[in-house]
């Protein structure tokens, strides 16, 4: 019982725990203000120019059925500004080399056709001396 508690220990308090814990507050946190953001300013902007904050009220009725396709369509909006935020952070933090991170993909070992980093200069496989790919942004 003692090996269990002591190993619980370990990964209850190790590292990557506290890790992903603080990267999902954080990233909740971040999505929260992406959506403030796309519902109170992008959002604002469409009422603007179309006459509607939004387009939840968007609907149509098919045998009876209401299809809110408007509501669909403001999600989609929230997303789609969501996913352009964190990809323009990511590549800031990549350009300033403020961000701990890994190869960006992987290619395959000319030698023994196993994938291996992109920046990889000897593959992990075969142990073939390999020439890291290097990006255009660095």
Avoid: H
Avoid at 21 to 45: D, H, K, P, R, Y
Avoid at 102 to 129: I, L, N, P, R, S
């Amino acid at each position: 019982m003692r090996t269990f508690w002591k190993d619980f220990k370990s990964f209850a308090l190790g590292g990557n725990m506290f890790d992903l814990a603080l990267g999902f507050i954080i990233g909740t946190a971040f999505a929260a203000l992406v959506e403030s953001l796309a519902s109170n300013v992008i959002m604002q902007f469409v009422a603007a120019l179309f006459g509607k904050p939004d387009f939840s009220n968007l609907s149509l009725t098919v045998n009876g059925a209401e299809i809110k396709y408007g509501a669909f369509l403001t999600d989609l909006v929230s997303f789609l500004l969501l996913a352009v935020v964190l990809f323009a952070l990511v590549r800031i933090l990549i350009r300033y080399k403020m961000g701990n991170f890994k190869a960006q993909g992987t290619v395959e070992c000319e030698y023994c056709k196993e994938f291996v980093a992109v920046d990889a200069t000897k593959c992990k496989w075969c142990t073939a001396d390999l020439v890291p790919v290097v990006r255009d942004d660095e």
